[in-house]
């Protein structure tokens, strides 16, 4: 059975977009993109929103001979995962091993855990505060970058409650903080 991680890098105020709907402040530096690279690794399937697939295909395309060797890596075990796209007004997508699904279903993610060798990810905030009020994750990750922006997407939406069990914490140079959390059954 594969455990469903949320994971995000936001701002030290809770948000993983800035008032403008900008993200790029959250661009990892190397130590952190190393940090995540090895949370994803062990990921088998991608469960996205419209908007966090359209963000994510990226790394469909990137091309290894101009890529650090941390992004070459990031790619390819992105490339390598399923992914699922949560939505009703996507019609088609632009990567391999993708499917659209047209709501989010708690049972049907509940079986996708329950048949995987591998572990999941949600991504996007709104989909994984979907996940959270259905006691679905087992893991959240949050990469807090060393800023405030004052407003914009939170990491989690307004009326999610979850318990959470801290279980690690770790530092990074340039002053980002990973906080690993347990949370829904896992803290039975």
């Known amino acids: ?22 993200f790029q402040w959250a661009a990892p530096d190397e130590q952190v993109f ?29 091309d290894s001979t101009r890529d650090s060797a941390a ?3 990031f790619g390819a075990i992105w490339r390598a995962a399923d992914k699922i796209v949560f939505s009703r007004t996507l019609t088609s997508v632009q ?17 996708m855990k329950a048949a995987s060798d591998s572990d999941l990810s949600v991504g996007g905030s709104d989909l994984a505060g979907q996940a959270l009020s259905a006691g679905l994750v087992d ?3 949050l990469y807090l970058a060393p800023l405030t922006v004052g407003g ?27 906080l690993h959390y347990r949370c829904g059954d896992s803290l039975r």
Request: aromatic share 10%; net charge negative.
């Open 1 to 22: 059975m594969g455990k469903l991680i949320y994971s995000a890098i936001c701002s030290l105020d809770g948000y993983v977009e800035d008032p403008t709907g900008d």
């Open 34 to 62: 190393r940090a995540v690279i090895d949370l994803e690794r062990p990921i088998g399937t991608y469960l996205y929103g419209r908007r966090m697939y359209e963000t994510m295909r990226y790394w469909q395309d990137t």
């Open 71 to 73: 992004e070459a890596e």
């Open 95 to 111: 990567t391999p091993k993708t499917a659209i699904v047209t709501a989010f279903d708690p049972d049907g993610v509940r079986a």
């Open 139 to 141: 893991e959240v990750h």
């Open 152 to 178: 914009g997407k939170p990491v989690f939406p307004h009326g999610v409650r979850t318990d959470l069990d801290l279980v690690d914490v770790r530092r990074f140079r340039g002053g980002s903080v990973e």
